[in-house]
């Protein structure tokens, strides 16, 4: 049987994490977004060298901290630059549920204008997450106009 260049899971692309305290962020994870734990090896130290979770289909890597190896957290380097994007059945629960478990509004969860049920976190260890549910399919005519429309009113708000 000939092995699968990409295994069994997993998606083209898997997000790799590196975390202040990963055995903690784990347990956060769990509670927040309903996480599974797929594995976890430590070193002898007992620092997490590499983790998964499992959020609905799709695998998350992770690790602690390493900076002789150049493997810093947001928290070390004063934020992220990219984010993690779920899509959910009931982003109003799921939101509530990672604020509950410790995760800092960015921005409250609202209808947006490209047809998702859409908000931002920040989760403790400085890593932002969107949530969403898809609300209504739109065309790119439709979006546009609605993007459109969305931006003027932004302007006379500013």
């Given at each position: ?48 060298m590499h983790a ?55 921005m409250p969860v ?31 005519d439709e979006m ?15």
């Open positions: 049987m000939a092995v699968k260049p990409i295994p069994e899971g997993y998606h083209t692309v898997t997000p790799f994490m590196t975390v202040k305290d990963c055995a903690r962020a784990i347990e956060f994870y769990k509670q927040a977004f309903g996480a599974e734990e797929r594995g976890i090896a430590k070193d002898p130290s007992g620092k997490v998964e979770i499992k959020i609905g289909d799709s695998v998350i890597m992770m690790a602690d901290e390493f900076p002789d190896f150049g493997a810093l957290s947001p928290e070390s380097v004063g934020g992220s630059s990219m984010g993690l994007h779920i899509y959910v059945t009931d982003v109003d629960g799921a939101f509530a549920r990672a604020v509950k478990a410790g995760a800092k509004v960015e609202m209808d947006q204008f490209w047809g998702d049920r859409y908000g931002r976190l920040k989760d403790p260890f400085g890593h932002k997450w969107s949530i969403a549910t898809h609300v209504k399919d739109m065309s790119s546009k106009r609605a993007m459109d429309d969305a931006m003027a009113k932004m302007q006379k708000t500013a």
